[in-house]
């Protein structure tokens, strides 16, 4: 049995990740031969049987350039004839370069998790893979949402760069809410809750930032809670505050119709009186601090309280925009951050009130901040487009805020901010919070998040952080794959990327899936369901087509459960679970578009019972909460 050595050429955690898991997956592609590690100092190209490990410095290569190392990734790989390396920009460059290289040769991630994995059998020494590539975009990101168990979080992250993402956000200083909607089983009573606390949420999360660091992955942290958690009152989630309220807190509060206090109950989305010092001192001093004890983070975000038109009225406040006020605290952050030698990333964000720029202020040293453009309230219906110049953002007018919704207006307030920012930037957007919901078949999101990553150079933009559920996998990955493909490559074909994924996923009939699920995507009409474009004549007629759609594909679902390998397998049995939800829903809407609320209601009491009973089925590739939660609205409004 002839050995194959992978020699890595620097002492680095992330470094020797990669290189057990090329030893895993190749021991795996090649059973035959024996694969060794070995440590390094110097690459000898004329050696024999070994693939070497290290970044671009230690070859001295000249491509791929990139503007910032730490957080530009970038790959160079050459194999042939049982020889080679394997290299990129940075270490995780170099650990997606890993993975790269065994998609070349056949290996493909179709979802997180071992029944995701697809490996082929081959001989190492006929293998031939030279790539020089870099990413597209820097920021390639998925955020924590939904509800999520640790093991869905760890196979998220875990599958991230093996597919070309390259950070994880985990919002909160714990993630407590995500966790607990899970192991609390909120939205399934026939699960019993599960003991979970505080504190047992920060050792998953303390666990979960060190594979995020094994990985090499930029970790982004916190976001919420800056408004709340300095003056002592957790910011846990959204939920009614029923602790005791420090006593000098309240005068820090935002003003709203002559009153101080929480805002509707509940810490997170209550404002501050931004205008007094006191108030901003207290929040970036507690920044400060926060980033002293948690140095290996990388990005840390710095955003105000939730909620929309909830901002201070006193007459110190009004004297300016939040947005002015906001700038003076990143720029006080500025100031005492660099006073410490920390030289950690800040986003600050452009959402709700803040998408009015200031008027006055302007960010004194635009290297230490990154932009998020937020659009929260934005059509999922069309996609990023150059703004026409002649778009103007309407006046600030305090607490009686109207959001814009089209994609146009949208893109007006980035570009008034682009106009005093230049500095680094990303999207932060919702494609898979709410909106795929309205696409049963996952084809037309799949097509809209396609169109807005290729636009983002064109609007300005250096990537996407996702803010969605993580187990998006149902009734494929899809659209998390396109997500992926398209952020490294942004030149990739849509056909392509799609026949690609769908061909390795469910085998020689992934071409009719496509087929099959681009109806259902039609027929269920998305934007109707968004209520962002009138129903036609014929859309309740769709409902039936779309049970007539269903039953055509069942005899080729069927033949297809038991065929292939475990995970080609498991895809046919996810979409054969998802044609009976389907079948369901489009019941369901129809009743209610046809106005038969009761019968609507009646039957998504039985379609929930069902859901809540093989919950464990699906449960690594379908966020029942949160579907739940989205359609309890739709089916009983009041």
């Known amino acids: 049995m002839s050995t194959l050595k992978i020699v890595t050429l620097k002492d680095s ?31 000898k190209a004329d050696r024999e049987d070994a693939i070497y490990l290290g970044t671009i410095d230690q070859f001295t290569l000249k491509e791929p350039k990139v503007k910032d190392p730490k957080f530009d990734d970038g790959i160079y790989i050459d194999f042939s004839s049982g020889r080679g390396i394997i290299s990129g920009t940075n270490e995780r460059s170099v650990l997606i370069g890993v993975y790269r ?19 082929p059998e081959k001989d190492i020494s006929s293998v031939s893979v030279k790539v020089v590539e870099k990413a597209s975009y820097r920021h390639r990101g998925i955020c ?26 985990i919002q909160f200083r714990e993630g407590y809410t995500f966790f607990d909607r899970w192991y609390s089983h909120i939205n399934n009573p026939l699960k019993e809750k599960e003991p979970f606390s505080i504190e047992k949420s920060r ?44 006593e ?36 970036t001093d507690s920044i400060v601090e926060y980033l002293e004890t948690h140095p290996y983070i990388d990005v840390l975000h710095f955003w105000l309280a939730d909620g929309t038109n ?33 030289d950690t990333k800040i986003v600050f964000l452009l959402y709700v009130d803040l998408l009015w720029p200031p008027e006055k202020e302007r960010i004194e040293n635009p290297d230490r901040f990154i932009m998020m453009f937020a659009p929260i309230t934005r059509s999922y219906s069309d996609t990023f487009k150059p703004v026409d110049s002649s778009i103007k953002i309407p006046e600030y007018k305090r607490n009686s805020l109207v959001f814009p919704k089209n994609i146009e207006e949208n893109l007006a307030f980035l570009k008034e901010w682009q106009k005093i920012f230049n500095g680094d930037s990303f999207d932060f957007d919702y494609h898979f919070m709410w909106a795929h919901y309205a696409d049963p078949g996952y084809m037309d999101i799949t097509r809209v998040i396609y169109d807005d990553i290729r636009n983002l150079k064109s609007i300005g933009l250096n990537g996407l952080i996702s803010c969605q559920i993580q187990r998006m996998f149902f009734p494929t ?36 899936v496509k087929e099959y699920l681009n109806r259902l995507s039609i027929l269920f009409d998305p934007p109707v369901l968004r209520k962002e474009r009138p129903p036609s004549p014929q859309f309740i007629e769709n409902f039936s087509k779309v049970r007539e759609t269903l039953v ?50 009646k039957v998504w009491e039985e379609f929930k019972l069902m859901l809540q009973r093989e919950e464990d089925v699906l449960q690594s590739v379908f966020d029942l909460f949160e579907f739940i939660s989205v359609f309890e609205r739709i089916v009983k409004p009041s």
């Open 310 to 342: 909830n901002q201070c009225e006193c007459e110190e406040c009004k004297k300016a925009l939040p947005s002015d006020f906001y700038v003076m605290m990143l720029n006080e952050l500025d100031k005492k951050l660099t006073s410490k030698d920390i």
């Open 248 to 283: 000098d807190y309240i005068k820090y509060t935002a003003e709203i119709n002559g009153k101080r206090g929480l805002w509707e109950g509940i810490p997170l989305n209550t404002n501050l009186c931004y205008s007094n010092p006191e108030v901003r001192r207290i929040v």
């Open 101 to 119: 290289f065994l998609k070349e040769i056949g290996c493909r991630w179709i979802r997180p998790g071992k029944d995701g994995e697809i490996i």
């Open 144 to 169: 924590i949402e939904g509800a999520v168990s640790y093991e869905n979080v760890y196979n998220i992250i875990d599958w991230s760069p093996k597919v070309g993402f390259n950070s994880y956000f």
């Open 552 to 601: 055509e594909f069942e005899p080729i679902i069927k033949r297809n459960l038991s065929l292939g390998p475990t995970a080609i397998s498991k895809s046919w049995l996810y979409l054969d679970y998802h044609r009976k939800m389907v079948d369901k829903l489009s019941s369901i809407l129809e009743a209610i578009f046809k106005g038969d609320n009761n019968s609507a209601v």
């Open 13 to 43: 955690e992330t470094l020797d990740f990669a290189s057990e898991e090329l030893k895993k997956y190749l021991e795996r592609i090649d059973s035959r031969r024996n694969i060794a590690l070995e440590k390094g100092t110097n690459y």
């Open 203 to 246: 050792e998953f999360v303390r666990s979960l930032e060190k594979e995020i660091k094994r990985r090499g992955l930029l970790y982004h942290a916190v976001g919420h809670g800056w408004t709340c958690e300095p003056f002592g009152i957790p910011g846990l989630g959204w939920d009614l505050y029923e602790g005791k309220i420090p």
């Open 477 to 512: 990955g899809l659209p998390m794959y396109v997500m992926a493909s398209i952020l490294w490559n942004n030149n990739l074909n849509l056909e392509d990327i799609t026949n690609e994924y769908l061909t390795n996923s469910f085998g020689p009939d992934g071409i009719l």
